[in-house]
């Protein structure tokens, strides 16, 4: 049975397993998504970091046997210029591939919408690669809705 809970640091080093297989992931998508190589310690130090932070930082883990399945990683951040005036945005999204089509994302993102509400935060973002078909039809049935989009150039 898979467990959602909050990440600990015994993690770090199958989370960051798990973001560098999703960066890879991304990648696909667009060449500006290039994975650096060799940053394994600049990760695990900003692993670190955001588990240190709970007040601005929420890192949730899918739990199967004692086996990350799932991560999500999210950040909270102040609008100043609107309302709501607290949003819940997700950075990093990935669950392995043997556990897609088991509700596996859906309990995550729920598990991080009952830690929000019980923070007051009543939204919920996400970003991702603008051609990921596979993330817009998820969110899409998740209820999200698209709200900005970003550009870049590279030169």
Known sequence: ?????????KDIN???????????LNSEFDFALKVSSGNENEIINRLNKIIDDREDHIILVAEDD???????????????????????????FYVMPEYRGKD??????????????????????SEFPSLNLIAINFYKNM????????YSKIE
């Open 143 to 150: 209820g999200f809705k698209e709200l900005i989009k970003i």
């Open 66 to 92: 004692n086996k990350i399945v799932g991560i999500l990683i999210s950040d909270i951040l102040f609008r100043i210029y609107y309302d709501p005036k607290y949003e819940v945005r997700i950075r990093e």
């Open 1 to 9: 049975m898979v467990n959602i809970r909050l990440m600990e640091k």
């Open 104 to 125: 596996i994302g859906k309990m995550l993102i729920n598990k991080l919408r009952d830690i929000a509400q019980k923070k007051d935060i009543k939204m919920m973002t």
């Open 14 to 24: 199958d989370v960051m397993d798990e973001l560098l297989r999703l960066k890879r």
